[in-house]
T-cell receptor, first 116, second 113 residues
Framework: GENVEQHPSTLSVQEGDSAVIKCTYS??????FPWYKQELGKGPQLIID?????GEKKDQRIAVTLNKTAKHFSLHITETQPEDSAVYFC???????????????FGAGTQVVVTP | DGGITQSPKYLFRKEGQNVTLSCEQN?????MYWYRQDPGQGLRLIYY???????QKGDIAEGYSVSREKKESFPLTVTSAQKNPTAFYLC????????????FGEGSRLTVL
C-alpha cells in the first residue's frame, strides 16, 4: 500500500546550523508533498509544500527539494533557532481510483531539537 | 478568527464506555478529517468526509464512528470496540479538490483508565 518513510526520527542540531529531514514515498503518481510542524501539545501546521512540477521551493530559512525519479523529498532548515524545535512531518498525497481527491499519507515524524 | 475547534482537550474514559470528540470549523471547508496520533507512528487517518451526509473510512476506522450532519461539524465517537483508544486525536479540514491544504485543530487527548 501507500507508504512514506521519514528519517531521521530525532535530530539534534546546534543553533545556527542546518537541519535536513528526508522522506521517501512509494506511489509514483503522488504529486503533492507538504511539510507540517507540530509544537508540543498543539496540532500540526503547514510550513511549506511542493508540487511535482517543481524541483525546489524556498521560504526564508526553509526549503524543500523533490526528486520524482528517486521518489524522495527533503526539508532543509538553515540558520536554525531554538523556536525551530518541534516535530516535523512529511506527507505525500495518494490517489485511489474511487477517490478523486486523494488522501495524505504521513511520515512518522522527526523530533528536532535546537540547542542554544 | 477562522479555525478549527476541538473539545474537550483532555478526556478520561473508563473501559467499556463510548466517548464523543467534538470538531467544529468556521473555515467554510467542504472536507473534514479525523487522525489518530501515537508516538513514533505519525498521523493515521480514521475517517474523512468530503461533503455533508457522506463519509468514508480511513486506514484505521475499526472501533470508531462519525457523522456529518452539518458542514461545520464532524464529531468522532470512540466506541468500546476500539481496543486501544488511548491516543491524541486530531481533526482537520480542507477546501475541496486535490491540493487543498489541511488545517488542523489543537487536538484532544483521550486516556482510558
Amino acid at each position: 500500500g501507500e507508504n512514506v518513510e521519514q528519517h531521521p526520527s530525532t535530530l539534534s542540531v546546534q543553533e545556527g546550523d542546518s537541519a535536513v529531514i528526508k522522506c521517501t514515498y512509494s506511489d509514483s503518481a503522488s504529486n503533492y508533498f507538504p511539510w507540517y510542524k507540530q509544537e508540543l501539545g498543539k496540532g500540526p501546521q503547514l510550513i511549506i509544500d511542493i508540487r511535482s512540477n517543481v524541483g525546489e521551493k524556498k521560504d526564508q530559512r526553509i526549503a524543500v527539494t523533490l526528486n520524482k525519479t528517486a521518489k524522495h523529498f527533503s526539508l532543509h532548515i538553515t540558520e536554525t533557532q531554538p523556536e525551530d524545535s518541534a516535530v516535523y512531518f512529511c506527507a505525500a498525497r495518494f490517489y485511489l481510483t474511487t477517490d478523486s481527491w486523494g488522501k495524505l499519507q504521513f511520515g512518522a515524524g522527526t523530533q528536532v531539537v535546537v540547542t542554544p | 478568527d477562522g479555525g478549527i475547534t476541538q473539545s474537550p482537550k483532555y478526556l478520561f474514559r473508563k473501559e467499556g464506555q463510548n466517548v464523543t470528540l467534538s470538531c467544529e470549523q468556521n473555515l467554510n471547508h467542504d472536507a473534514m478529517y479525523w487522525y489518530r496520533q501515537d508516538p513514533g507512528q505519525g498521523l493515521r487517518l480514521i475517517y474523512y468526509s468530503q461533503i455533508v451526509n457522506d463519509f468514508q473510512k480511513g486506514d484505521i476506522a475499526e472501533g470508531y464512528s462519525v457523522s456529518r450532519e452539518k458542514k461545520e461539524s464532524f464529531p468522532l465517537t470512540v466506541t468500546s470496540a476500539q481496543k486501544n483508544p488511548t491516543a491524541f486525536y486530531l481533526c482537520a479540514s480542507s477546501t475541496a479538490g486535490r491540493t487543498g491544504e489541511l488545517f488542523f485543530g489543537e487536538g484532544s487527548r483521550l486516556t482510558v483508565l
